[in-house]
Protein backbone atom coordinates (compact mmCIF):
# COMPACT_ATOMS: atom_id res chain seq x y z
CA UNK A 1 0.00 0.00 0.00
CA UNK A 2 1.28 3.34 -0.48
CA UNK A 3 1.80 5.35 1.76
CA UNK A 4 -0.70 8.60 2.43
CA UNK A 5 0.66 11.80 2.13
CA UNK A 6 -1.28 15.19 2.57
CA UNK A 7 0.76 17.31 0.21
CA UNK A 8 0.50 17.46 -3.24
CA UNK A 9 3.61 16.71 -5.05
CA UNK A 10 3.01 18.61 -8.68
CA UNK A 11 5.22 16.91 -10.25
CA UNK A 12 7.86 17.22 -8.33
CA UNK A 13 10.48 14.69 -6.98
CA UNK A 14 10.81 15.63 -3.44
CA UNK A 15 13.52 13.45 -0.90
CA UNK A 16 12.98 12.85 2.50
CA UNK A 17 16.17 15.12 2.74
CA UNK A 18 18.60 17.16 1.41
CA UNK A 19 21.73 15.54 0.11
CA UNK A 20 24.12 17.55 0.97
CA UNK A 21 22.70 18.24 4.07
CA UNK A 22 21.87 14.67 4.82
CA UNK A 23 25.73 14.02 4.30
CA UNK A 24 26.70 17.05 6.61
CA UNK A 25 24.56 15.35 9.22
CA UNK A 26 26.42 12.17 9.32
CA UNK A 27 29.76 13.44 9.49
CA UNK A 28 28.47 16.05 12.67
CA UNK A 29 27.46 12.65 13.95
CA UNK A 30 31.28 11.50 13.50
CA UNK A 31 32.29 14.14 15.47
CA UNK A 32 30.15 13.74 18.58
CA UNK A 33 30.77 10.46 18.57
CA UNK A 34 35.11 10.10 17.65
CA UNK A 35 35.97 13.85 17.67
CA UNK A 36 36.93 16.96 15.75
CA UNK A 37 40.10 15.20 14.61
CA UNK A 38 38.99 12.01 13.45
CA UNK A 39 36.38 13.42 10.79
CA UNK A 40 37.07 15.60 7.78
CA UNK A 41 34.06 16.95 6.25
CA UNK A 42 34.11 18.71 2.88
CA UNK A 43 30.53 18.47 1.83
CA UNK A 44 29.77 22.72 3.22
CA UNK A 45 29.77 25.29 0.62
CA UNK A 46 30.73 27.87 3.32
CA UNK A 47 34.09 28.99 4.04
CA UNK A 48 35.11 28.08 7.20
CA UNK A 49 38.49 28.72 8.86
CA UNK A 50 41.25 25.74 9.98
CA UNK A 51 39.29 25.13 12.80
CA UNK A 52 36.13 24.57 11.20
CA UNK A 53 34.47 28.13 12.60
CA UNK A 54 32.93 30.00 9.76
CA UNK A 55 34.62 32.73 8.57
CA UNK A 56 32.74 35.94 8.12
CA UNK A 57 34.41 39.58 7.65
CA UNK A 58 34.44 41.59 10.81
CA UNK A 59 34.16 44.82 8.53
CA UNK A 60 31.21 43.72 7.51
CA UNK A 61 29.65 42.67 11.17
CA UNK A 62 30.96 45.96 12.08
CA UNK A 63 28.49 47.69 10.14
CA UNK A 64 25.68 45.23 10.56
CA UNK A 65 26.08 45.94 14.20
CA UNK A 66 25.52 49.79 13.79
CA UNK A 67 22.40 49.88 12.01
CA UNK A 68 19.27 51.54 13.33
CA UNK A 69 16.17 50.00 13.87
CA UNK A 70 14.71 51.81 10.48
CA UNK A 71 17.29 50.40 8.69
CA UNK A 72 16.37 46.63 8.86
CA UNK A 73 12.80 47.11 10.38
CA UNK A 74 11.08 49.22 7.56
CA UNK A 75 10.10 47.20 4.44
CA UNK A 76 12.60 47.48 1.42
CA UNK A 77 10.79 48.14 -2.01
CA UNK A 78 9.87 45.67 -3.73
CA UNK A 79 13.11 46.12 -6.54
CA UNK A 80 15.93 47.38 -3.62
CA UNK A 81 16.06 50.58 -2.55
CA UNK A 82 17.79 52.76 -5.26
CA UNK A 83 21.03 53.22 -3.04
CA UNK A 84 21.53 49.10 -2.85
CA UNK A 85 20.88 48.90 -6.83
CA UNK A 86 23.63 51.52 -7.32
CA UNK A 87 25.75 49.66 -5.10
CA UNK A 88 25.64 46.33 -6.39
CA UNK A 89 25.89 47.20 -9.55
CA UNK A 90 29.33 48.64 -8.34
CA UNK A 91 29.78 45.17 -6.38
CA UNK A 92 29.22 43.03 -9.35
CA UNK A 93 30.70 45.00 -12.22
CA UNK A 94 33.98 46.38 -10.29
CA UNK A 95 35.90 49.04 -12.43
CA UNK A 96 34.07 48.04 -15.49
CA UNK A 97 31.73 50.34 -16.79
CA UNK A 98 28.94 48.45 -19.25
CA UNK A 99 28.02 50.50 -21.68
CA UNK A 100 24.70 49.13 -22.41
CA UNK A 101 21.47 49.29 -20.05
CA UNK A 102 21.66 47.66 -16.79
CA UNK A 103 19.05 47.21 -14.92
CA UNK A 104 19.48 45.72 -11.12
CA UNK A 105 16.84 44.11 -9.11
CA UNK A 106 17.21 42.61 -5.31
CA UNK A 107 16.72 38.89 -4.61
CA UNK A 108 17.36 36.80 -1.89
CA UNK A 109 20.49 35.72 -2.99
CA UNK A 110 21.77 33.80 -6.21
CA UNK A 111 19.02 31.77 -5.38
CA UNK A 112 16.18 34.26 -6.07
CA UNK A 113 17.86 35.40 -9.27
CA UNK A 114 18.30 32.22 -10.77
CA UNK A 115 14.46 31.21 -10.00
CA UNK A 116 13.14 35.14 -10.97
CA UNK A 117 15.04 34.08 -14.21
CA UNK A 118 13.79 30.55 -15.29
CA UNK A 119 10.06 31.95 -14.41
CA UNK A 120 10.39 34.71 -16.49
CA UNK A 121 12.66 33.64 -19.48
CA UNK A 122 11.75 30.46 -20.07
CA UNK A 123 7.77 28.74 -20.97
CA UNK A 124 6.32 26.16 -18.56
CA UNK A 125 7.26 22.58 -19.83
CA UNK A 126 11.11 24.19 -21.36
CA UNK A 127 14.14 22.75 -20.50
CA UNK A 128 16.93 24.99 -19.25
CA UNK A 129 20.29 24.34 -20.07
CA UNK A 130 23.31 23.76 -17.96
CA UNK A 131 26.89 22.25 -18.18
CA UNK A 132 26.27 17.95 -17.36
CA UNK A 133 28.99 19.24 -14.21
CA UNK A 134 26.44 21.18 -12.18
CA UNK A 135 24.67 22.60 -9.04
CA UNK A 136 22.42 20.10 -8.34
CA UNK A 137 19.71 23.06 -6.91
CA UNK A 138 19.27 24.19 -10.22
CA UNK A 139 17.25 21.11 -10.68
CA UNK A 140 14.82 21.44 -7.64
CA UNK A 141 14.52 25.36 -8.78
CA UNK A 142 13.45 24.22 -12.38
CA UNK A 143 10.97 21.71 -11.55
CA UNK A 144 9.75 23.35 -8.77
CA UNK A 145 8.26 25.46 -11.27
CA UNK A 146 7.27 23.45 -14.05
CA UNK A 147 10.34 23.51 -16.01
CA UNK A 148 13.27 20.67 -15.96
CA UNK A 149 17.47 21.08 -16.55
CA UNK A 150 19.14 19.33 -19.33
CA UNK A 151 22.59 19.16 -19.87
CA UNK A 152 25.59 19.41 -22.18
CA UNK A 153 29.01 17.97 -21.75
CA UNK A 154 31.04 20.16 -20.64
CA UNK A 155 34.99 19.24 -20.99
CA UNK A 156 36.24 17.37 -24.07
CA UNK A 157 38.57 14.39 -23.87
CA UNK A 158 41.40 16.89 -23.49
CA UNK A 159 39.85 18.63 -20.84
CA UNK A 160 38.74 21.86 -22.94
CA UNK A 161 35.54 23.22 -23.19
CA UNK A 162 33.59 21.18 -25.45
CA UNK A 163 31.88 24.09 -27.42
CA UNK A 164 30.53 21.32 -29.77
CA UNK A 165 28.54 19.52 -27.45
CA UNK A 166 27.54 22.88 -26.40
CA UNK A 167 26.32 24.23 -29.67
CA UNK A 168 24.87 20.81 -30.86
CA UNK A 169 22.47 21.01 -27.29
CA UNK A 170 21.47 24.69 -28.05
CA UNK A 171 20.09 24.01 -31.34
CA UNK A 172 18.53 20.85 -30.85
CA UNK A 173 16.65 22.72 -28.18
CA UNK A 174 15.85 25.71 -30.25
CA UNK A 175 14.24 23.57 -32.53
CA UNK A 176 11.81 22.36 -29.88
CA UNK A 177 11.71 25.63 -27.85
CA UNK A 178 10.96 29.17 -28.86
CA UNK A 179 13.28 30.31 -26.10
CA UNK A 180 15.91 29.17 -24.24
CA UNK A 181 17.83 30.05 -20.59
CA UNK A 182 21.84 29.17 -20.58
CA UNK A 183 22.88 28.55 -17.26
CA UNK A 184 26.87 28.99 -16.95
CA UNK A 185 28.33 29.31 -13.40
CA UNK A 186 31.55 31.12 -13.86
CA UNK A 187 34.42 31.86 -12.17
CA UNK A 188 35.10 29.24 -10.17
CA UNK A 189 32.40 27.19 -10.81
CA UNK A 190 30.29 24.63 -8.33
CA UNK A 191 31.80 22.25 -8.27
CA UNK A 192 34.00 21.77 -10.25
CA UNK A 193 36.13 25.09 -10.07
CA UNK A 194 36.86 25.80 -13.61
CA UNK A 195 36.54 29.22 -14.72
CA UNK A 196 35.32 29.69 -18.52
CA UNK A 197 38.68 31.70 -20.24
CA UNK A 198 38.08 34.07 -22.57
CA UNK A 199 38.64 32.24 -25.49
CA UNK A 200 35.57 29.90 -24.13
CA UNK A 201 33.74 33.07 -23.69
CA UNK A 202 33.95 33.62 -27.62
CA UNK A 203 33.02 30.16 -28.38
CA UNK A 204 30.05 30.13 -25.87
CA UNK A 205 28.50 33.73 -27.87
CA UNK A 206 29.05 32.81 -31.26
CA UNK A 207 27.65 29.29 -30.95
CA UNK A 208 24.59 31.43 -29.02
CA UNK A 209 24.16 34.02 -31.98
CA UNK A 210 24.20 31.87 -34.16
CA UNK A 211 22.03 29.32 -33.24
CA UNK A 212 19.55 32.22 -32.15
CA UNK A 213 19.15 33.90 -34.95
CA UNK A 214 16.62 37.21 -35.47
CA UNK A 215 13.85 34.86 -33.59
CA UNK A 216 14.57 32.97 -30.85
CA UNK A 217 15.34 34.11 -27.62
CA UNK A 218 18.21 33.39 -25.26
CA UNK A 219 18.60 34.09 -21.34
CA UNK A 220 22.43 33.72 -20.76
CA UNK A 221 22.28 33.90 -16.96
CA UNK A 222 25.53 34.37 -15.10
CA UNK A 223 25.73 32.75 -12.24
CA UNK A 224 28.93 34.37 -10.55
CA UNK A 225 27.95 33.51 -6.81
CA UNK A 226 31.87 32.91 -6.41
CA UNK A 227 33.77 35.83 -8.23
CA UNK A 228 34.64 37.31 -5.45
CA UNK A 229 36.87 34.32 -3.84
CA UNK A 230 38.16 33.18 -7.33
CA UNK A 231 40.87 35.18 -7.54
CA UNK A 232 41.73 38.88 -8.39
CA UNK A 233 38.79 41.05 -9.46
CA UNK A 234 39.67 42.70 -12.64
CA UNK A 235 41.10 39.36 -13.90
CA UNK A 236 38.18 37.46 -13.07
CA UNK A 237 35.88 40.47 -14.29
CA UNK A 238 37.17 40.35 -18.06
CA UNK A 239 34.46 37.94 -19.97
CA UNK A 240 31.75 41.45 -18.43
CA UNK A 241 32.37 43.55 -21.64
CA UNK A 242 31.94 40.87 -23.82
CA UNK A 243 28.06 40.48 -22.84
CA UNK A 244 27.56 44.25 -23.86
CA UNK A 245 25.56 45.05 -27.07
CA UNK A 246 24.72 41.80 -28.16
CA UNK A 247 21.75 41.26 -30.40
CA UNK A 248 18.65 42.37 -28.23
CA UNK A 249 17.36 38.87 -28.54
CA UNK A 250 19.76 37.51 -26.21
CA UNK A 251 19.50 39.03 -23.00
CA UNK A 252 22.47 38.50 -19.89
CA UNK A 253 21.63 38.45 -16.89
CA UNK A 254 24.07 38.45 -13.94
CA UNK A 255 23.33 36.51 -10.58
CA UNK A 256 25.27 38.04 -7.97
CA UNK A 257 25.31 37.19 -4.03
CA UNK A 258 26.14 39.02 -1.12
CA UNK A 259 26.32 35.32 0.69
CA UNK A 260 30.07 34.54 -0.23
CA UNK A 261 31.41 37.85 -1.18
CA UNK A 262 30.60 39.63 2.07
CA UNK A 263 29.91 36.22 4.44
CA UNK A 264 26.32 37.42 4.58
CA UNK A 265 25.20 33.37 3.91
CA UNK A 266 22.08 33.82 6.25
CA UNK A 267 20.58 37.77 5.51
CA UNK A 268 19.65 36.21 1.66
CA UNK A 269 20.66 39.05 -0.22
CA UNK A 270 22.00 39.28 -3.62
CA UNK A 271 20.69 40.76 -7.62
CA UNK A 272 19.88 39.86 -10.98
CA UNK A 273 20.76 42.64 -13.34
CA UNK A 274 20.12 42.85 -16.97
CA UNK A 275 22.90 43.83 -19.82
CA UNK A 276 20.69 44.82 -22.91
CA UNK A 277 21.06 47.58 -26.03
CA UNK A 278 17.54 47.85 -25.62
CA UNK A 279 16.11 50.12 -23.21
CA UNK A 280 12.52 48.69 -23.59
CA UNK A 281 14.19 44.89 -22.79
CA UNK A 282 15.14 46.87 -19.44
CA UNK A 283 12.76 48.14 -18.52
CA UNK A 284 10.47 45.23 -18.67
CA UNK A 285 12.66 43.27 -17.33
CA UNK A 286 12.59 45.17 -13.98
CA UNK A 287 8.53 45.27 -14.42
CA UNK A 288 8.71 41.38 -14.79
CA UNK A 289 11.00 40.29 -12.21
CA UNK A 290 10.03 43.12 -9.56
CA UNK A 291 6.15 41.04 -10.50
CA UNK A 292 7.51 37.54 -9.67
CA UNK A 293 9.62 38.93 -6.60
CA UNK A 294 6.35 40.59 -4.90
CA UNK A 295 4.47 37.30 -5.96
CA UNK A 296 6.75 34.66 -3.53
CA UNK A 297 9.29 36.63 -1.71
CA UNK A 298 8.03 39.90 -1.63
CA UNK A 299 11.32 42.35 -0.87
CA UNK A 300 14.21 40.85 0.68
CA UNK A 301 15.98 42.33 3.77
CA UNK A 302 16.49 46.17 3.75
CA UNK A 303 19.61 45.24 6.70
CA UNK A 304 21.81 43.66 3.91
CA UNK A 305 20.83 46.36 1.98
CA UNK A 306 21.81 49.29 4.00
CA UNK A 307 24.93 47.19 4.80
CA UNK A 308 26.10 47.18 0.81
CA UNK A 309 25.30 50.69 0.62
CA UNK A 310 27.08 51.90 3.89
CA UNK A 311 30.34 49.80 2.03
CA UNK A 312 29.66 51.37 -0.83
CA UNK A 313 29.65 54.97 0.72
CA UNK A 314 32.76 54.95 2.50
CA UNK A 315 35.60 54.28 0.29
CA UNK A 316 38.08 53.41 3.58
CA UNK A 317 35.17 51.13 4.50
CA UNK A 318 35.04 49.65 0.64
CA UNK A 319 39.43 49.25 0.76
CA UNK A 320 38.66 47.08 4.81
CA UNK A 321 36.37 44.74 3.34
CA UNK A 322 38.33 44.30 0.63
CA UNK A 323 41.49 43.42 2.42
CA UNK A 324 40.09 41.19 4.66
CA UNK A 325 38.52 39.04 2.18
CA UNK A 326 41.85 39.31 0.34
CA UNK A 327 42.87 37.38 3.11
CA UNK A 328 40.79 34.72 3.11
CA UNK A 329 40.78 34.75 -0.62
CA UNK A 330 44.50 33.61 -0.32
CA UNK A 331 44.08 30.93 2.33
CA UNK A 332 41.22 29.83 0.14
CA UNK A 333 43.27 29.48 -2.99
CA UNK A 334 46.21 27.68 -1.07
CA UNK A 335 43.87 25.06 0.05
CA UNK A 336 42.57 24.23 -3.54
CA UNK A 337 46.22 24.70 -5.63
CA UNK A 338 47.30 21.85 -2.08
CA UNK A 339 44.48 19.81 -3.43
CA UNK A 340 45.34 19.59 -7.11
CA UNK A 341 48.94 19.29 -6.62
CA UNK A 342 48.51 16.47 -4.15
CA UNK A 343 46.45 15.08 -6.50
CA UNK A 344 48.65 15.22 -9.43
CA UNK A 345 51.31 13.55 -7.03
CA UNK A 346 49.79 10.85 -6.27
CA UNK A 347 47.97 10.40 -9.76
CA UNK A 348 44.10 11.03 -9.03
CA UNK A 349 42.68 12.26 -12.24
CA UNK A 350 40.65 15.66 -11.04
CA UNK A 351 38.02 17.62 -13.07
CA UNK A 352 40.05 20.49 -14.72
CA UNK A 353 40.55 23.35 -11.63
CA UNK A 354 41.01 27.08 -11.71
CA UNK A 355 39.55 28.51 -8.27
CA UNK A 356 36.92 28.32 -5.57
CA UNK A 357 35.23 26.56 -2.65
CA UNK A 358 34.95 23.30 -4.90
CA UNK A 359 37.03 20.34 -6.42
CA UNK A 360 35.78 17.13 -8.69
CA UNK A 361 36.85 13.94 -9.20
CA UNK A 362 35.54 11.87 -12.03
CA UNK A 363 34.66 8.80 -11.15
CA UNK A 364 31.85 5.38 -12.03
CA UNK A 365 30.19 4.69 -8.21
CA UNK A 366 30.09 8.12 -6.48
CA UNK A 367 28.04 7.01 -3.92
CA UNK A 368 29.79 3.67 -2.95
CA UNK A 369 33.18 5.34 -2.94
CA UNK A 370 31.61 8.28 -0.81
CA UNK A 371 30.44 5.47 1.86
CA UNK A 372 33.64 4.03 1.53
CA UNK A 373 35.48 7.58 2.74
CA UNK A 374 32.52 7.87 5.47
CA UNK A 375 33.49 4.78 7.03
CA UNK A 376 37.30 6.44 7.39
CA UNK A 377 35.69 10.18 8.57
CA UNK A 378 35.53 11.63 5.32
CA UNK A 379 32.63 12.99 4.32
CA UNK A 380 32.44 14.36 0.71
CA UNK A 381 29.36 14.59 -1.79
CA UNK A 382 28.46 12.32 -4.56
CA UNK A 383 27.42 13.72 -7.78
CA UNK A 384 26.34 11.99 -11.39
CA UNK A 385 29.17 11.93 -12.42
CA UNK A 386 31.75 11.78 -9.19
CA UNK A 387 32.70 13.45 -5.69
CA UNK A 388 32.91 16.64 -4.69
CA UNK A 389 35.18 17.83 -2.54
CA UNK A 390 34.66 21.65 -0.43
CA UNK A 391 38.36 22.51 -0.18
CA UNK A 392 36.19 26.12 1.30
CA UNK A 393 35.76 24.00 4.39
CA UNK A 394 38.83 22.01 5.32
CA UNK A 395 42.15 23.38 5.95
CA UNK A 396 45.04 23.40 3.78
CA UNK A 397 46.51 20.27 5.87
CA UNK A 398 43.70 18.00 4.90
CA UNK A 399 43.40 19.43 1.08
CA UNK A 400 46.66 17.69 1.07
CA UNK A 401 46.03 14.60 2.47
CA UNK A 402 42.80 14.09 0.86
CA UNK A 403 44.19 12.88 -3.12
CA UNK A 404 45.51 9.80 -1.71
CA UNK A 405 43.17 8.85 0.70
CA UNK A 406 40.03 9.12 -2.81
CA UNK A 407 42.46 7.32 -4.84
CA UNK A 408 42.67 4.30 -2.29
CA UNK A 409 39.34 4.18 -2.20
CA UNK A 410 38.54 4.01 -5.72
CA UNK A 411 40.44 1.05 -5.93
C1 LIG B 1 26.50 27.64 -8.04
C2 LIG B 1 25.78 28.44 -7.05
N1 LIG B 1 24.99 29.41 -7.46
C3 LIG B 1 24.32 30.19 -6.63
C4 LIG B 1 24.41 30.00 -5.26
C5 LIG B 1 23.57 30.93 -4.48
O1 LIG B 1 23.65 31.01 -3.17
P1 LIG B 1 22.82 32.12 -2.41
O2 LIG B 1 21.40 31.94 -2.75
O3 LIG B 1 23.13 31.89 -0.98
O4 LIG B 1 23.35 33.43 -2.89
C6 LIG B 1 25.21 28.97 -4.76
C7 LIG B 1 25.31 28.69 -3.32
O5 LIG B 1 25.68 27.67 -2.85
C8 LIG B 1 25.91 28.17 -5.68
O6 LIG B 1 26.70 27.17 -5.29
Known amino acids: ????????????????????FGISRLAKEMIAEKGKDAVTNATIGALLDDEGKLVVLSSVVE????????????YAPIGGTPEFKTSIKKATFGSYEPKCFTEAVATPGGTGAIRNTIANYTAIGDQVLTSD?????????????????TTYTLFDKEGRFNVKAFETKINELLMKQDSLMII??????NPTGYTFTLEDWDQILAAVE????????????VDVAYIDFAGDGIEYRKFMPKLENLPKNILPIIAYSLSKT??????????????TPDKQIADEFVRVTQFSARASWSNCTRASMVVLTKIYDDLKLLEKVNEEREFYREVLV???KAFEEEAAKVGLEIVPFDSGFFASIPCENPDEIGKKLQAEGIFLVPLAKGLRVSVASVSEER?????????AAMK
Not at 1 to 20: C, H, V, W
Not at 184 to 189: Q, R
Not at 210 to 216: E, F, L, M, V, Y
Open 262 to 275: FTLYGMRCGAMICM
Open 184 to 189: LNTPAH
Open 210 to 221: AAAGQDKKVALL
Open 63 to 74: VLRNLTPEDYAE
Open 1 to 20: MSEFIMAQANGRTIPLEDKI
Open 399 to 407: CRMLPAKIL
Open 133 to 149: WFWATYNSIAGEIGRSV
Open 334 to 336: KRG
